[in-house]
Nanobody, 116 residues
Framework: QVQLVESGGGLVQAGGSLRLSCAAS????????MGWYRQTPGKQRELVAR???????NYADSVKGRFTISRDGAKNAVTLQMNSLKPEDTAVYYC??????????WGQGTQVTVSS
């Protein structure tokens, strides 16, 4: 089992920045990929960014150039730096961890609201 605890999020004006952090505990040795997803009411949860061991990253097209994901292996943590935020970035953001056996774990979610 992997437990994920998120922090960060909140309310920011358009053009501002926020930083989300996620700390993993439990069977951390089993974690392969870590990432962030987001969800708005009535829509499916969508990938925002993910990072694999070695540092390779993937981003949703809508956040490329504005968001940066990073991972601290020693602290078993992943961070999402969000710059130039837009109202359409408003969502609940979830930390995700995927193990080498393809089990997936989720954080509790943190609200990000961007006002215009």
């Amino acid at each position: 089992q992997v437990q994920l605890v998120e922090s960060g999020g909140g309310l920011v004006q358009a053009g501002g920045s926020l930083r989300l952090s996620c700390a993993a505990s439990g069977s951390i040795f089993s974690i392969n990929v870590m990432g962030w997803y987001r969800q708005t009411p009535g829509k499916q949860r969508e990938l925002v960014a993910r990072i694999i061991p070695g540092g390779s990253t993937n981003y949703a097209d809508s956040v490329k150039g504005r968001f940066t994901i990073s991972r601290d292996g020693a602290k078993n943590a992943v961070t999402l730096q969000m710059n130039s935020l837009k109202p359409e970035d408003t969502a609940v953001y979830y930390c995700n961890a995927e193990t080498y056996t393809y089990d997936r774990y989720w954080g509790q979610g943190t609200q990000v609201t961007v006002s215009s």
